[in-house]
């Protein structure tokens, strides 16, 4: 980094705006993405891409086969990408999506209440990991003496989350 720029901090507007996925096959990861997760299918690039979005938003989610098409999974291993995380505007709203993956059977890796927000773990059908949560509003963040974030990791209780969801229909 040159030391010559001047100190520079991001607008509190930005935001991550989609993540991009290499997948192995577009069809399986359209229907995990689309029927699964509830998000809806908006633009197709012939058998080799998809665009997924909610609310009509023109994309949330990438996937393509440009350079993966039946290749091994992603890796576990070394440099890249750990996860990408999906935020649900309510906890009703996480419930509802992580009951349908319970439903359906679909293995869970991991789950966490973070204080800041709480947190459901698994990975799509290529071994991307993904994380799915709902933030707490800012006034109910954990706090340490000096008024900074105290973030931690303690157990979700998933089956109460999953109820929420279930009572908010």
């Not at 098409?69 to 750990?82: C, E, K, V, W």
């Not at 698994?122 to 000096?146: F, M, V």
Request: no cysteine.
């Amino acid at each position: 980094m040159p030391d010559a720029l001047p100190a520079y901090t991001a607008p509190a507007g930005a935001r991550v705006g989609h993540v991009h996925l290499q997948v192995t096959d577009l069809e399986r990861s359209i229907a995990f993405y689309r029927d699964l997760l509830g998000f809806e299918l908006q633009l197709r690039y012939g058998e080799q891409a998809a665009f997924l979005g909610a609310g009509g938003y023109h994309h949330h989610i990438g996937l393509n086969t440009w350079n993966s098409l039946g290749g091994a999974p992603a890796r576990t291993q070394g440099a890249g990408l750990y996860h990408a995380a999906l935020l649900y505007p309510t906890r009703a709203d996480l419930g509802r999506v992580v009951g349908r993956l319970v439903a359906a059977g679909y293995p869970l890796t991991g789950a966490a209440d973070h204080g800041v927000s709480e947190a459901v773990y698994l990975n799509d059908p290529d071994g991307n990991g993904l994380e799915l949560y709902w933030d707490r509003p800012r006034a109910a963040w954990p706090r340490d003496a000096a008024g900074g974030v105290a973030m931690y990791t303690h157990p979700l209780d998933l089956p109460a989350l999953v109820a929420d969801g279930q009572a908010a229909g």
